[in-house]
């Protein structure tokens, strides 16, 4: 039995994960793990146990994982898991829809301002005054915020764009 999660939960859904059968290639996973990891992949589980569930699931964080250590420092509140809203993170990111956010815009205003450091809290989707004091922080021009903030994250993730 496969688990799949709900739409929007995975980063599979931004091209940021993949999912390998190490028996097929023949590397053991301990090495696979190094070869990722040189790659900027990581595993989701935290030991080389291929015995173990998602033994085989590798993601590529990036500038994505900013916002699963800021959810897990508890600075968004607990409604949205930390895997979750760093997959949202990174599918708005990618220009993909994901049910259950209001506004994508804003939702990816959110994200981005976690990634640069600014305090908007969890992305929701929602403009609400934490994420309008969040934008005022960071220079956001309000006329165009999305450029705006766009540009903030070339200058600052030069490797991700």
């Known amino acids: 039995m496969a688990y799949s999660p709900p739409p929007g939960g995975s980063m599979h859904e931004a091209g940021r994960a993949m999912d390998i059968d190490l028996t097929s290639i023949g590397v053991p996973l301990g090495k696979f793990w190094e070869i990722a990891e040189a790659r900027g992949f990581s595993p989701i589980i935290d ?3 291929p015995s173990r569930s998602e033994a ?3 993601d ?3 500038r994505h994982d900013l916002i699963y250590q800021y959810i ?3 600075r968004a509140g607990d409604l949205i898991a930390p895997y979750t809203q760093m997959a949202h993170s990174a599918i ?3 220009g993909i829809q994901v049910d259950g956010l209001p506004d994508q815009s804003t939702a990816f205003l959110q994200a981005s301002l976690i990634q640069l450091g600014f305090d908007p809290g969890r992305i929701d989707g929602v403009m ?3 994420t309008l004091g969040a934008m005022r922080a960071a220079g956001v021009d309000p006329d165009d915020p999305a450029g705006s903030i ?3 994250l070339k200058q600052q993730f030069p490797g991700e764009f």
């Open 72 to 74: 897990k420092q508890g």
């Open 47 to 49: 030991s080389p146990n």
């Open 56 to 58: 085989w699931h590798f």
């Open 128 to 130: 609400g005054p934490r």
């Open 60 to 62: 590529c964080r990036g």
């Open 150 to 152: 766009s540009q903030q």
């Open 92 to 94: 708005v990111a990618a």
